[in-house]
């Protein structure tokens, strides 16, 4: 059940917000308010320690108005971990990587949800590989001993510069960080959501981005099965 902490509810009220400015922007979907809700209030408890990075799209590919759904959704996504070992972290990117959090402390969600609804779009092309650098980067700097470090990375296009994104899917393979690809729109190929993967799991293909908040409950899933 959700706990009824002044941080739970201050995250909460922050969520709803964002939904509201969906709203206004005329892309509001009662679907996306239900199953937002139902992420508050998810599941009993994740025993595993886990560092989460999301690495948002913010290129010219990406509306303002999707691009608040995905501000919108990544806000979401500490309620449903209120009181255990999970970190998140973000990086934005588009032709350049122009906003980072850092993993924050468990403790800290109500932070890191405040830092994500700041975030603005990048503008440029999707340069996922400069993304990717960071990420690794991140992990190695902010990431704890033993934790289970999952990168949620979000893609509106096919791959540019694919050497240097598959140096970096080398890189990140071998410091045992998984991937979770997620594919928004026609332009984004199988082949591009495959050539991102660092183990065997599943990838994510979304018909626009007013979807994306039904991957609540798979990334719930990732963090907190068993490895």
Do not use: W
């Amino acid at each position: 059940m959700i706990k009824s902490s002044d941080q739970t509810i201050e995250m909460t009220m922050k969520i709803l917000f964002l939904l509201r400015k969906t709203f206004d922007n005329g892309c509001f979907d009662a679907r996306n308010f239900e199953l937002i809700y139902m992420s508050l209030d998810f599941f009993a408890g994740c025993s595993e320690v886990a560092d989460v990075m999301f690495v948002i799209d913010g290129s010219d590919n990406v509306t303002s108005v999707d691009f608040l759904h995905e501000v919108t959704f990544v806000a979401s996504q500490p309620s449903q971990f209120t009181g255990t070992q999970v970190r998140f972290g973000t990086i934005l990117y588009g032709s350049q990587v122009t906003s980072q959090i850092s993993i924050v402390p468990d403790t800290e969600h109500n932070q890191f949800v405040n830092k994500v609804t700041q975030l603005k779009k990048a503008g440029g092309q999707p340069l996922l590989f400069r993304a990717l650098t960071e990420l690794r980067k991140e992990f190695a700097n902010s990431g704890r001993d033993g934790s289970k470090q999952i990168a949620i990375v979000i893609l509106s296009d096919k791959l540019r510069n694919r050497y240097a994104v598959l140096r970096e899917v080398g890189y990140l393979r071998r410091a045992g960080v998984r991937i979770l690809p997620v594919g928004v729109g026609d332009g984004v190929q199988d082949r591009d959501l495959r050539d991102l993967l660092t183990i065997a799991n599943p990838t994510y293909r979304l018909n626009s981005f007013s979807e994306i908040y039904r991957l609540s409950k798979d990334i719930y899933n990732s963090v907190c099965q068993s490895k």
